[in-house]
């Protein structure tokens, strides 16, 4: 069985500029979760994909976007990158639907440095 | 809106079993309680839920009290591998998102 994977590991961005995070899902799993973890904090959810859709979202503004394949990886894309978005993002999947377990199993996260 | 209460840190010796407290005294009835821990820089890792019934797997024990404002999670014999950040998460079981507080920090001593 694969686990979560994610890439890259670290990204420096400088402040306006665009980033693209990848996120693999773990084998078995249709549904992908993306949090950010500032510094010292705790995971902050900002949106679920399931069946290519957001599912959900928590208090992100639009500059953060996202996309699910059919292969049920995911994209996580922030526009317009400000300092604040400097944080470890996290990918974590699920299992949803008639055989749910929803067990959120989280990959290593990526690094984002913005200058 | 946070809906559990941890010690924000505590120290436990190797070899020892280390019983980490919970409050959720706001819990509802179709609320689970999830815990998770998170070593230094990398993801969040799922260690065990439960709903009312204590449970137990290879990581840890989970014991709820019979109320339900509370519980404990019991790593029968700590490491130092255990050193990590503990998150005690209330959920309902179809919800779509985790909502993480501050955790406690576990630090296991030689």
């Known amino acids: 069985e694969t686990g979560v994977t994610q890439s890259p590991t670290h990204l420096i961005k400088t402040r306006g500029q665009q980033v693209t995070l990848r996120c693999s899902s773990q084998s078995g799993h249709n549904t992908v979760s993306w949090y950010q973890q500032a510094l010292g904090q705790g995971p902050q959810f900002i949106f679920q994909y399931y069946r290519e859709e957001e599912n959900g979202r928590g208090n992100f503004p639009p500059r953060f976007s996202g996309l699910q394949f059919p292969n049920y990886s995911s994209e996580l894309n922030v526009n317009a990158l400000e300092l604040d978005d400097s944080a470890l993002y996290l990918c974590?999947?699920?299992?949803?639907?008639?055989?749910?377990?929803?067990?959120?199993?989280f990959g290593p996260g990526t690094r984002l440095t913005v200058l | 809106d946070a809906k559990t209460t941890q010690p924000p840190s505590m120290d436990c010796a190797e070899g020892r079993a280390a019983n980490l407290p919970c409050n959720h005294s706001t819990i509802s009835g179709n609320e689970y309680v999830y815990w998770y821990r998170q070593i230094h820089s990398q993801g969040p890792q799922y260690i065990i839920h439960?709903?009312?019934n204590n449970e137990t797997n290879e990581m840890a024990s989970l014991i709820i009290t019979e109320d339900r404002k509370s519980s404990t999670l019991i790593l029968p014999h700590a490491t130092l591998r255990d050193t990590a950040v503990y998150y005690c998460?209330?959920?309902?079981?179809?919800?779509?998102?985790?909502?993480f507080g501050a955790g406690t920090t576990v630090t296991v001593r030689a």
């Open positions: 439960g709903l009312k």
């Open positions: 974590a999947s699920s299992l949803e639907g008639a055989a749910r377990t929803d067990t959120q199993y």
């Open positions: 998460i209330v959920r309902v079981r179809n919800d779509y998102k985790l909502s």
